[in-house]
């Protein structure tokens, strides 16, 4: 059984390090330090964490948040004995973390995107998960792995991020079935939705405020889009946590049917998020070397950004007329 053998090299292994994707979100955190949380509890082992962007400053409640280090905090010449990416959907989206994954003994991939190619030694991926979370709950529970409550409230947070509170069409039995155990450890569902969804700062509302006056529609409304520029972003002090939940505010709106966010990036490039109600974007999103969800998604595109939505639009018109 898999799972045997992920817990046999967890024994096995000296020195482990858990790499999130870049530009971390609720899930790929919860998953790390819900990981490194069942880990030290099972093996008395701590591991390292590793994050590529800017940590988002929503999730410092999380157990061991303060305990990830950047790329600039761990030395890339070392070889670890295993590693092991969560919510890593593509291995492009570790970075720099790269070279220290193709470094390793073993590697070791936990994800739910339908899109990962099952890159690692060892891979764990369900695209019927709700998340990455939800996966490696599973998982603990095959292993007999105690999950305590700093686990419990990483894997929560995680959970609940990825499904927009329970609310996306991720959400299945299953996933209730998780909460419900996580809840039954002590979590405590009230105190996580405010710590997640109602911190936001006053310069995230009047940042997203702004952005949205700005929104464009076509086809009678069911494309709705927003450029964002880094003059926008320095108009109000924001940073890259301000752009988050943008695009679902986009697919909230009724005649909406696909809504993406094109946000300036310094290396000249534009950076989507899409969202969908209906559509299959992660497959319009693959033409630009991205992917993720059928209804969420995102990619790269190297071109400004007014040249990156008309190639995206375009690439939208030619499956949806």
Same mark, same amino acid.
């Given at each position: 059984?898999?799972?045997?053998?992920?817990?046999?090299?967890?024994?096995?292994?000296?020195?482990?390090?858990?790499?999130?994707?870049?530009?971390?979100?609720?899930?790929t955190?919860?998953s790390?330090?819900?990981?490194? $949380?069942?880990?030290?509890?099972?093996?008395?082992?701590?591991?390292?964490?590793?994050?590529?962007?800017?940590?988002?400053?929503?999730?410092?409640?999380?157990?061991? =948040?303060?305990?990830?280090?950047?790329l600039?905090?761990? %030395?890339?010449?070392?070889?670890?004995?295993?590693v092991?990416?969560?919510?890593?959907?593509?291995?492009?989206?570790?970075?720099g973390?790269?070279?220290l994954?193709?470094?390793?003994?073993?590697?070791?991939? +936990?994800?739910?995107h339908?899109?990962?190619n099952?890159?690692?030694?060892?891979?764990?991926?369900?695209?019927?998960?709700?998340?990455?979370?939800?996966?490696?709950?599973?998982?603990?529970?095959?292993?007999?792995?105690? +999950?305590?409550?700093?686990?419990? +409230?990483?894997? =929560?947070?995680?959970?609940?991020?990825?499904t927009?509170?329970?609310?996306?069409?991720?959400?299945?039995?299953?996933?209730f079935?998780?909460?419900s155990?996580?809840?039954?450890?002590?979590?405590?569902?009230?105190?996580?939705?405010?710590?997640?969804y109602? $911190?936001? $700062?006053?310069?995230l509302?009047?940042?997203?405020?702004?952005?949205?006056?700005?929104?464009?529609?076509?086809?009678?409304?069911?494309?709705? =889009?927003?450029?964002?520029?880094?003059? %926008?972003?320095?108009k109000?002090?924001?940073?890259?946590?301000?752009?988050?939940?943008?695009?679902?505010?986009?697919?909230a709106?009724?005649?909406?049917? +696909?809504a993406?966010?094109?946000?300036?990036?310094?290396?000249?490039?534009?950076?989507?998020?899409?969202?969908?109600?209906?559509?299959?974007?992660?497959?319009?999103?693959?033409?630009?070397?991205?992917?993720?969800?059928?209804?969420?998604?995102g990619?790269?595109?190297?071109?400004?950004?007014?040249?990156?939505c008309?190639l995206?639009?375009?690439e939208?018109?030619?499956?949806?007329?």
């Open positions: 059984m898999e799972s045997s053998k992920l817990n046999d090299i967890i024994k096995s292994s000296k020195n482990i390090l858990i790499i999130s994707h870049v530009n971390p979100d609720g899930d955190l919860g790390m330090c819900g990981l490194y $949380s069942v880990i030290f509890e099972h093996f008395k082992k701590k591991c390292d964490m590793l994050t590529l962007s800017k940590l988002p400053d929503v999730y410092s409640f999380m157990p061991h =948040y303060n305990e990830i280090k950047h600039d905090d761990i %030395d890339n010449s070392r070889e670890y004995d295993l092991i990416n969560v919510d890593v959907a593509a291995i492009d989206r570790i970075c973390g790269k070279i994954f193709d470094k390793a003994k073993i590697t070791v991939n +936990i994800d739910h339908k899109t990962n099952a890159y690692g030694d060892l891979n764990f991926i369900d695209p019927d998960a709700s998340s990455t979370g939800e996966v490696l709950f599973e998982l603990f529970e095959q292993m007999g792995w105690k +999950i305590n409550l700093d686990c419990a +409230i990483c894997l =929560y947070t995680a959970i609940l991020t990825d927009g509170s329970f609310r996306f069409d991720n959400t299945k039995p299953k996933t079935e998780c909460a155990k996580l809840v039954e450890l002590g979590v405590n569902p009230s105190d996580m939705y405010k710590k997640v109602e $911190s936001d $700062s006053k310069t509302v009047m940042f997203q405020a702004y952005c949205l006056s700005k929104a464009k529609f076509l086809n009678d409304d069911k494309i709705a =889009y927003i450029s964002v520029y880094r003059k %926008d972003l320095e109000f002090s924001a940073n890259e946590e301000c752009m988050e939940g943008l695009t679902e505010k986009l697919r709106i009724v005649s909406t049917q +696909i993406f966010v094109a946000k300036e990036m310094k290396s000249g490039g534009t950076k989507i998020s899409m969202r969908s109600k209906s559509i299959d974007i992660a497959e319009i999103c693959s033409v630009f070397n991205g992917g993720g969800h059928k209804f969420a998604a990619c790269t595109i190297k071109a400004p950004v007014e040249k990156a008309k995206l639009l375009e939208i018109e030619k499956r949806y007329r």
